[in-house]
């Protein structure tokens, strides 16, 4: 879901999943999301259609904007002046 959102908004602008140059990830519980990562990454190759070349961070914090969720994906993509939409 959170990657369909991404590729989304990325839309918006012109741009996709290979414009983004890094990522980070917000995560409420850490333990948990070692746990995870085999999974995580599988819908993140799944998302860029191959395993991406993208710095990555993983950043525990108490809460996320809306109660109960567990993970949060924070992109930057960088795009030319000439493919901007």
């Given at each position: 879901?959170?990657?369909?959102?991404?590729r989304s908004v990325l839309g918006e602008f012109g741009a996709s999943m290979v414009h983004i140059v890094d990522e980070t990830?917000?995560?409420t519980n850490v333990e948990e999301a070692h746990e995870y990562l085999e999974q995580i990454f599988a819908?993140?190759?799944e998302a860029y259609g191959k395993q991406p070349?993208?710095?990555q961070t993983l950043i525990g914090v108490n809460a996320l904007f809306l109660p109960g969720l567990k993970l949060e994906v924070?992109?930057?993509a960088i795009l030319e002046n000439d493919e901007l939409k």
């Open positions: 879901m959170a990657y369909a959102n991404i990830f917000y995560v819908a993140r190759a070349e993208v710095t924070k992109c930057v």
